[in-house]
């Protein structure tokens, strides 16, 4: 009798169905943290350029006001070379309408893509 009985008690345990919907909402939050993971990384990334570009364009900026005399107007590119990385800097000197002041635009790109813009105003010493 006694085996009677226990064979009439349900199963303990999962069922598929549940089981599976368990995959997916696991499936689901590890996808999203995957995402947000990439994300992150994208912008470390784009925040590291954006350093290195601010570093050649102040440098360039300031050798222009260390500069004795004022720059030509136009525009000059140079290399420059930052945590082993080469960005060209395109240095724009237009005038303003005071003929003392001369208005200079760094502008940083990697591989033809812009990174960063600073621009400055520098006076006759």
Sequence with gaps: MNRLADARKPARGFTLVEVLVALGIVAIALAAGVRSTAALTRNAERQSDLLLA???????????????????????????????????????VRPTPNPNFLRVEAQVAERSSPLLTLSTVVGRY
Excluded: F, H, I, Y
């Design 54 to 92: 601010q570093l050649c364009a102040e440098n360039a900026l300031v050798a222009v006001r260390l500069a004795k005399q004022m720059p030509p107007v136009g525009d000059n590119t140079s290399r420059c070379e930052q945590a082993g990385r080469n960005l060209d800097t395109t240095l724009s």
